[in-house]
């Protein structure tokens, strides 16, 4: 009910007041109206009633402007979180792609042989893609840890067990574990090693580099059903844009 419907009664009840009609009072309908009407100007009967519904007027729009305030929080709270699921997708993404191209077995094919007649290694090219896989390692770490959830925390943590079973081979060709899990390459140390270390390390899907892959796309699933839940979709545009779908705005953003 409207503040005006509120105090409709007390108008409708007024001497010389007329019929309600669509919510609107006629105060000059009726023999004695005007009449009527000067004794409650003189009397102060219009000025109370006047003061007390725009008292209620004020009130309700307090209660508006904090209702809308805590809404506004609460959506910044949400949408901040969803950044960082979003975050976490991309950075899962990565590091997928990242592994992914380091497991293939072409990579590791020789180019040659020297004049020893040993095998030559594209090493220039494996060294890069070790640079870009120990990068995108490193950022999933911080992108996985920031969120609240359980689930792509476990696989966070999965993924650092597996490097940590691989920690004396990685350090035999240059990688080693900080306090902070994440990787360090010595480029130096690396250049110099082994090819059927390197090789055993990273060739094949069913290598540490294969492993970590399969944890990022599963973390890169998780990350998307999180902000699904929450009322956030996101999905890969036909150009290959990462978007986000959930409301008007983000699906006209889709649509430009």
Do not use: C, H
């Not at 979180?81 to 997708?89: C, G, H, M, P, T």
């Not at 590791?108 to 220039?124: L, N």
Request: aromatic share 8%; no cysteine; hydrophobic share 30%.
């Amino acid at each position: 009910m409207s503040s005006i419907q509120s105090y409709g009664f007390l108008f409708n009840s007024m001497p010389g007041a007329g019929s309600v009609n669509n919510n609107s009072y006629s105060f000059l309908s009726g023999g004695s109206s005007l009449l009527g009407d000067y004794s409650m100007i003189k009397s102060g009967v219009y000025k109370k009633l006047l003061t007390a519904y725009y008292q209620k007027s004020s009130s309700d729009s307090d209660t508006s402007e904090s209702d809308k305030s805590s809404s506004v929080k609460s959506k910044s709270v949400n949408d901040a979180e969803k950044a960082k699921l979003i975050s976490v997708k991309s950075g899962a993404d990565d590091l997928q792609e990242a592994a992914g191209a380091l497991s293939k077995s072409s990579l590791y094919r020789s180019t040659g042989k020297d004049k020893d007649g040993k095998d030559i290694y594209d090493m220039d090219g494996i060294k890069d893609s070790v640079k870009k896989f120990v990068s995108a390692y490193n950022s999933y770490l911080d992108s996985s840890s920031d969120v609240d959830s359980t689930s792509i925390l476990s696989k966070t943590l999965s993924m650092v067990k597996a490097t940590a079973s691989n920690k004396n081979l990685l350090k035999d060709i240059g990688i080693t574990i900080g306090a902070d899990n994440k990787l360090v390459l010595d480029e130096e140390k690396f250049s110099s090693a082994s090819m059927s270390k390197i090789s055993s390390l990273f060739k094949g899907s069913g290598s540490y580099a294969g492993t970590i892959a399969q944890r990022a796309s599963e973390g890169s699933r998780l990350a998307n059903s999180a902000a699904l839940t929450s009322g956030t979709g996101s999905f890969y545009t036909y150009s290959g844009n990462y978007s986000v779908a959930g409301n008007v705005n983000n699906m006209l953003d889709t649509l430009l």
